[in-house]
């Protein structure tokens, strides 16, 4: 995958020319970028695309850990809620 499609607007590129940015910052800039991308642009591509050019050279930067945080699919939620959950209360289970 090319850069430019990896990172359309350049988001990624300027969050490591920063200096001094915050990890909450890079997630912000991160979420600005996920939602930058064209469609059909496998996000988990682009990020380890993003992580394959930036990484090695700025590996203790928050956006790196930023990246490969991406990289993790996300924790099933454990809660349910709604009417499933009222249900579940009024069973007793």
Known sequence: MEMS?????????ESYAIEGIKASECRSIFLDWALSLKPGVETVEAIRVL???YGPDWPDHPMTAVLTSGLTAPAAP???????ARMQHLDGN
């Open 51 to 53: 992580l394959s050019h």
């Open 5 to 13: 499609l990896a990172d359309p607007k350049g988001l990624v590129r």
């Open 78 to 84: 454990a809660r349910r809620g709604g009417r499933a």
